[in-house]
């Protein structure tokens, strides 16, 4: 071979070689700067997740059970004042879910909120951990809002490492007692024994005891079940989703006992007494502490004895209200009933309707409203939390064993017990319980189904601190509320006697210190009293609340939590 062709074969070669080796250079560095780039989004994306849980930690204490998450609000257009906000919702809306999270910002206040930079304390955590960036705070509007704050709230964490920016963000809400259907803390109950669940038993929702269950037969428990333990002594229990055991801290964290002392304070925030009620334009409920208050009528002197409230009745069988109140006195050896006030709707408004002479003695009003009129209006601004020391009566005055319609948002609290008469539902769910069929029907899964996917406005607490009673046992008894016995129980009057009077249902939540007994059976029959059929309105969980619902000082519950980088 020539020497010239050898040398233009070994310059062939070196170029191959060159292109190979420049190959093999120029893919390393891309595989250097892709890995170097997945590392930057990696650290970002943790630095977010890590800031995310910080300022959790830091938002916990503003969670202040009934009175809302307490926080140091600004007003002003988050987007107009948080540089990142707009990109942050862009990327948000352009990720796979972002159709969830565009109807989801529909109940979002982007008009108000807080800036948890701004607290040194917090910048100072970052800092020792390493971390840079800034969380921002927003209300969620779909839920109650209680003098401004509100019961929910969407927490946004932005990080960035170099030039990758990531955000992290979780919707939390405050820890209500009824984000279980049921929730008792003794199982057996003094002078009766243990209570059970037992065949036909329905739990369709989560459920909690700090006790051990009692079981005989075939109940049926839908949801997640947390309790101490399950002594099953005769039958097979069904878990759909299985039950967990809870540990002492978990038991001694939901202690009903401090929650109820809690929530007493709490909740005096948000009353004022009607003589300061009605010369107050400020929202707020109504405290009637009438408890051994005496008023004279002519010669005669009559003593509060018991609360009566009265919800809206049928349609064309009683006056257009939202709620009345009365109190039953005792006059020598009668008993008799004054009305108090009502409140109802007028011109978009809420209106109450001061009662006569004898209710202003009994509120406290003669020096308050001028003149001695029949009757008082006046415009007002009603939270819907009623709160009294007496023992509060729910009953159909108008429409005696007709069923009360709950037009709005309530809570009724007694420092003593509540007791219950008629049927009580929402007015969302009038079509599906006509008065006059009511007592005959039979809830079953197409109606539950029917009852979870209305749309709905309406809710109720129904709370006590000792018992809540069912005092006449209306046949196959509907109650839609989130019902509380802090000291006692939710319990049927004289349910060991008399003959079985069908189903009862509950569709919201149950709440009980003791689990009190609402029939007997023998075997799988029922012999007295009812079967029950608790319904949980998982609405709760999408922020459908009212003002005074029971909650866990500095309890969070975190709905939702997601990263985007």
């Given at each position: 071979?020539?020497?010239?062709?050898?040398?233009?074969?070994?310059?062939?070669?070196?170029?191959?070689?060159?292109?190979?080796?420049?190959?093999?250079?120029?893919?390393?560095?891309?595989?250097?700067?892709?890995?170097?780039?997945?590392?930057?989004?990696?650290?970002?994306?943790?630095?977010?997740?890590?800031?995310?849980?910080?300022?959790?930690?830091?938002?916990?204490?503003?969670?202040?059970?009934?009175?809302?998450?307490?926080?140091?609000?600004?007003?002003?257009?988050?987007?107009?004042?948080?540089?990142?906000?707009?990109?942050?919702?862009?990327?948000?809306?352009?990720?796979?879910?972002?159709?969830?999270?565009?109807?989801?910002?529909?109940?979002?206040?982007?008009?108000?909120?807080?800036?948890?930079?701004?607290?040194?304390?917090?910048?100072?955590?970052?800092?020792?951990?390493?971390?840079?960036?800034?969380?921002?705070?927003?209300?969620?509007?779909?839920?109650?809002?209680?003098?401004?704050?509100?019961?929910?709230?969407?927490?946004?964490?932005?990080?960035?490492?170099?030039?990758?920016?990531?955000?992290?963000?979780?919707?939390?809400?405050?820890?209500?007692?009824?984000?279980?259907?049921?929730?008792?803390?003794?199982?057996?109950?003094?002078?009766?024994?243990?209570?059970?669940?037992?065949?036909?038993?329905?739990?369709?929702?989560?459920?909690?005891?700090?006790?051990?269950?009692?079981?005989?037969?075939?109940?049926?428990?839908?949801?997640i079940v947390e309790v101490k333990g399950v002594n099953i002594e005769s039958g097979r229990p069904r878990f759909e989703m299985g039950w967990q055991r809870l540990t002492q801290q978990d038991i001694d964290d939901y202690n009903m006992t401090k929650i109820k002392q809690n929530y007493a304070s709490d909740l005096e925030a948000l009353?004022?007494?009607?003589?300061?009620?009605?010369?107050?334009?400020?929202?707020?409920?109504?405290?009637?502490?009438?408890?051994?208050?005496?008023?004279?009528?002519?010669?005669?002197?009559?003593?509060?004895?018991?609360?009566?409230?009265?919800?809206?009745?049928?349609?064309?069988?009683?006056?257009?209200?939202?709620?009345?109140?009365?109190?039953?006195?005792?006059?020598?050896?009668?008993?008799?009933?004054?009305?108090?006030?009502?409140?109802?709707?007028?011109?978009?408004?809420?209106?109450?309707?001061?009662?006569?002479?004898?209710?202003?003695?009994?509120?406290?009003?003669?020096?308050?409203?001028?003149?001695?009129?029949?009757?008082?209006?006046?415009?007002?601004?009603?939270?819907?939390?009623?709160?009294?020391?007496?023992?509060?009566?729910?009953?159909?005055?108008?429409?005696?064993?007709?069923?009360?319609?709950?037009?709005?948002?309530?809570?009724?609290?007694?420092?003593?017990?509540?007791?219950?008469?008629?049927?009580?539902?929402?007015?969302?769910?009038?079509?599906?319980?006509?008065?006059?069929?009511?007592?005959?029907?039979?809830?079953?899964?197409?109606?539950?189904?029917?009852?979870?996917?209305?749309?709905?406005?309406?809710?109720?607490?129904?709370?006590?601190?000792?018992?809540?009673?069912?005092?006449?046992?209306?046949?196959?008894?509907?109650?839609?509320?989130?019902?509380?016995?802090?000291?006692?129980?939710?319990?049927?009057?004289?349910?060991?006697?008399?003959?079985?009077?069908?189903?009862?249902?509950?569709?919201?939540?149950?709440?009980?210190?003791?689990?009190?007994?609402?029939?007997?059976?023998?075997?799988?029959?029922?012999?007295?009293?009812?079967?029950?059929?608790?319904?949980?309105?998982?609405?709760?969980?999408?922020?459908?609340?009212?003002?005074?619902?029971?909650?866990?000082?500095?309890?969070?519950?975190?709905?939702?939590?997601?990263?985007?980088?």
């Open positions: 071979m020539r020497k010239g062709h050898v040398l233009v074969l070994t310059l062939v070669l070196l170029i191959i070689v060159s292109i190979f080796v420049v190959a093999i250079v120029t893919n390393l560095s891309a595989y250097v700067k892709r890995v170097s780039l997945q590392n930057t989004k990696n650290l970002s994306h943790l630095g977010a997740q890590n800031l995310l849980q910080l300022s959790v930690a830091f938002l916990k204490p503003s969670f202040s059970g009934v009175r809302g998450v307490v926080l140091p609000w600004v007003s002003g257009n988050v987007s107009s004042n948080v540089n990142w906000w707009d990109r942050f919702k862009s990327w948000l809306f352009s990720q796979s879910d972002g159709d969830f999270w565009r109807n989801f910002f529909q109940r979002v206040n982007e008009n108000r909120y807080f800036d948890l930079s701004v607290v040194n304390e917090f910048s100072q955590a970052l800092a020792s951990f390493g971390l840079s960036g800034s969380t921002v705070v927003v209300p969620i509007t779909g839920s109650y809002m209680v003098g401004g704050n509100p019961y929910s709230v969407l927490v946004v964490s932005r990080n960035t490492v170099g030039k990758m920016e990531s955000y992290a963000f979780a919707v939390l809400a405050i820890d209500f007692l009824n984000k279980y259907a049921y929730f008792t803390e003794k199982e057996t109950r003094p002078g009766i024994g243990k209570i059970y669940f037992i065949t036909r038993d329905l739990i369709d929702g989560p459920m909690r005891s700090n006790d051990t269950i009692n079981i005989s037969g075939n109940p049926v428990f839908k949801s009353v004022k007494p009607t003589s300061q009620f009605l010369t107050s334009d400020v929202e707020s409920g109504i405290k009637l502490n009438l408890k051994g208050k005496t008023i004279q009528v002519g010669s005669n002197y009559r003593t509060a004895q018991k609360l009566i409230v009265e919800f809206k009745s049928a349609q064309g069988q009683g006056a257009d209200h939202f709620i009345r109140v009365s109190v039953e006195y005792r006059e020598g050896y009668g008993t008799g009933i004054d009305n108090l006030f009502t409140i109802k709707p007028r011109d978009g408004r809420q209106q109450i309707t001061i009662h006569g002479e004898n209710a202003r003695k009994w509120l406290d009003l003669t020096n308050v409203i001028p003149d001695n009129p029949s009757e008082y209006d006046k415009y007002v601004n009603f939270n819907g939390v009623l709160m009294s020391d007496l023992t509060i009566a729910l009953t159909n005055r108008s429409n005696n064993d007709k069923p009360m319609y709950v037009d709005g948002r309530y809570t009724i609290y007694s420092k003593e017990n509540v007791e219950i008469y008629d049927h009580i539902v929402y007015e969302d769910f009038r079509d599906l319980f006509p008065h006059n069929r009511i007592d005959d029907i039979v809830v079953d899964n197409n109606l539950i189904e029917q009852m979870k996917n209305a749309t709905r406005t309406d809710f109720l607490n129904i709370v006590a601190d000792k018992y809540v009673w069912v005092k006449e046992k209306q046949r196959n008894l509907k109650i839609t509320a989130s019902i509380y016995a802090f000291d006692q129980s939710f319990q049927v009057e004289n349910y060991d006697s008399g003959s079985p009077v069908g189903q009862l249902t509950i569709f919201g939540s149950l709440m009980q210190y003791y689990r009190g007994p609402v029939g007997t059976f023998r075997g799988e029959v029922i012999q007295t009293g009812y079967y029950k059929n608790y319904i949980y309105d998982y609405k709760i969980l999408e922020g459908m609340s009212a003002i005074g619902t029971p909650a866990k000082r500095e309890g969070v519950v975190l709905l939702a939590v997601r990263g985007i980088y």
